[in-house]
Nanobody, 121 residues
C-alpha cells in the first residue's frame, strides 16, 4: 500500500502565508514527480507546482512569484511555501505523486485526500 499524507492547510488573512507538506510512504520503490494541485469549487484540479526527483521544478505562472516548492528525496516529501496569499487562492489543495511500488512494480499516480486553504479577511 502507498499512502499520501498532506498537512498544513487552514484559514489565513490576505497577505498571509501557509506551508503545505506532503509525504509519500508505504510500499515504495521509486517516487518520480511529486506535485501540488488545487481545485476551486465546481472546477477541475489544476497544477500549482511540481518537482521531479532530480529537483526540476515547475510552478504555475499565476503563483510563481508567491509560491515555492521544495522536495526531500530521502523522506519522499514535498513542501509548498505559499506567501502573499489572496482570496483567489482559496481552494482544496491536493498532493499527487507518481510512484512505482515495490510490488507490483506498476507506476501509477497516487493522490492525497486534499487540504483546505481559505484566504479571507
Amino acid at each position: 500500500q502507498v499512502h499520501i499524507a498532506e498537512s498544513g492547510g487552514g484559514l489565513v488573512h490576505p497577505g498571509g502565508s501557509l506551508r503545505l507538506s506532503c509525504a509519500a510512504s508505504g510500499n515504495i520503490f521509486i517516487v518520480y514527480d511529486m506535485a501540488w494541485y488545487r481545485q476551486f469549487p465546481g472546477k477541475q484540479r489544476d497544477l500549482v507546482a511540481s518537482m521531479t526527483k532530480e529537483h526540476r521544478a515547475t510552478v504555475d505562472d499565476s503563483v510563481k512569484d508567491r509560491f515555492t516548492i521544495t522536495r526531500d528525496n530521502s523522506k519522499n516529501t514535498i513542501v509548498l511555501e505559499m506567501n502573499g496569499l489572496e482570496p483567489e487562492d482559496t481552494a482544496i489543495y491536493f498532493c499527487e505523486a507518481r510512484i512505482t511500488p515495490l510490488k507490483p512494480q506498476v507506476t501509477s499516480e497516487y493522490w492525497g485526500q486534499g487540504t483546505q486553504v481559505t484566504v479571507t479577511s
